[in-house]
């Protein structure tokens, strides 16, 4: 963090040498142990917030504007106050924080006049949730220490993505990078949109691994998921009108209506029930430190998503699969929305080595790609940070 801090200030004091010294702050970003394609569905979900994370500076201006520059971008934007909240997306990385700022205004919060300084050192479009950590970071910068429910932030920079930048998202991103706690996974009740939090064993390490890939396909087909979902939906309430929600039929009823459905709203349906039950299976082998269990419930997550949800692809199944032939390997799975980005691993310490070259080799003389390789602590959620 010390390092991600120094160079925040140092782009600050260059981007805007005439402001104050900045306040700081910090936005996580977040891997996904299980519940996968859940969250849309008032389910549950288990991810624990990462070191990696997204940090922003700000000071106030006087100039009656906010100023955005984007270091990883390197770019810059800037908007006057006065019409901020009809000011249109634009398609890019300004969405964000602009995003943020128009919920914050539609909430009642004024926006002051700052100059804000984005630095990440989340890789994007890697499934880390740069996007709920960029959107987090810079509500917190906007809002300059002003109270807020932790709840109600994650709420608002949900409203954000889903009605600025336009992604369908649900609320896992966004509620883990505000409730994340250092040492605990976060089980999040989508439907309440509570939490309790998860202690991990310490006997085994989380580790991400970047396949490096973005099937341009992710985007339309996370939106087609959202809607065959809702058509499952209502496709099973005629039947059985209590159901609301994927969330609402257990598996035995689901499979009572087997010959009256078709078949792609079941097998998407199957996948959510499924994935809910195992996301409860790991929390309760997680407290008895039942490792190879925990790690079956990893591989038959992967398989649902591969066969029954389909948001895998080549390089992931890959990864997946070349992992569960490591010694000191307990499972593996696609985390995130799928079609690239990251698989998560549950991986015994000592096996850490062994596991990264492995893997590296692997992957490298089959797709002749270098993956990343981030062994993951459990960290904590965002706020503000006191040097
Ligand atoms: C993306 C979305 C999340 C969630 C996952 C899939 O990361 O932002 O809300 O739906 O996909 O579990």
Same mark, same amino acid.
């Given at each position: 963090m010390a390092g991600a801090l120094a160079i925040l200030k140092d782009i600050f004091r260059s981007r805007f040498p005439e402001a104050a010294a900045p306040r700081l702050f910090r936005a996580p970003g977040r891997v996904n142990l299980i519940g996968e394609h859940t969250d849309y569905n008032l389910g549950f979900v288990l991810p624990i917030a990462i070191d990696y994370a997204c940090?922003?500076? *700000?000071?106030?201006?006087? !100039?009656?504007? +906010?100023?955005? $520059?984007?270091?990883?971008?390197?770019q810059g934007r800037e908007w006057p106050l006065e019409g901020l909240a009809g000011v249109p997306p634009s398609g890019d990385w300004s969405d964000y924080p602009l995003g943020v700022a128009n919920q914050l205004l539609r909430a009642g919060y004024d926006i002051p006049a700052v100059d804000l300084a984005i630095h990440s050192t989340l890789p994007l479009g890697a499934g880390l949730s740069s996007s709920a950590a960029i959107e987090v970071a810079a509500a917190l910068a906007l809002l300059g220490g002003r109270e807020i429910e932790p709840r109600e932030l994650a709420l608002l920079a949900r409203r954000a993505e889903n009605q600025f930048v336009g992604t369908p998202c649900g609320i896992m991103d966004q509620y883990v990078c505000v409730h994340g706690e250092a040492g605990s996974a976060i089980e999040i009740d989508c439907r309440d949109v509570t939490h309790r939090a998860v202690r991990l064993p310490e006997a085994v390490r989380v580790v991400a691994v970047n396949s490096m890939v973005k099937h341009e396909l992710g985007g339309s087909a996370y939106v087609d998921r959202v809607r065959e979902c809702s058509e499952a939906v209502a496709a099973i309430a005629e039947r059985f009108p209590d159901v609301q929600s994927l969330r609402d039929i257990d598996s035995e009823r689901l499979q009572s209506l087997r010959p009256s459905l078709r078949e792609l709203p079941f097998h998407r349906a199957r996948h959510v029930t499924t994935e809910n039950g195992r996301?409860?299976?790991?929390?309760?082998?997680?407290?008895?430190?039942?490792? !190879? !269990?925990?790690?079956? +419930?990893? %591989?038959? *997550?992967? !398989? *649902?998503?591969? $066969?029954? $949800?389909?948001? *895998?692809?080549?390089? +992931?199944?890959? +990864?997946?699969?070349?992992?569960?032939? %490591?010694?000191?390997?307990y499972g593996a799975r696609l985390t995130g929305g799928g079609f690239g980005g990251c698989t998560v691993n549950l991986v015994a310490p000592e096996a850490l080595p062994q596991f990264e070259e492995r893997m590296r080799g692997s992957y490298?003389?089959?797709?002749? %790609?270098? @993956?990343?390789?981030? @062994?993951?602590?459990?960290?904590?959620?965002?706020?503000?940070?006191f040097e």
């Open positions: 940090y922003t500076a *700000s000071a106030a201006n006087g !100039r009656g504007e +906010l100023r955005v $520059y984007s270091e990883t971008m390197g996301v409860h299976a790991f929390v309760a082998a997680a407290a008895h430190g039942d490792l !190879r !269990r925990m790690g079956a +419930l990893f %591989i038959a *997550s992967h !398989r *649902s998503l591969q $066969y029954d $949800y389909e948001v *895998s692809c080549a390089e +992931l199944d890959f +990864l997946v699969d070349t992992a569960l032939t %490591i010694p000191g390997v490298q003389a089959k797709f002749g %790609i270098d @993956p990343q390789i981030f @062994p993951c602590d459990a960290a904590a959620g965002a706020g503000e940070i």
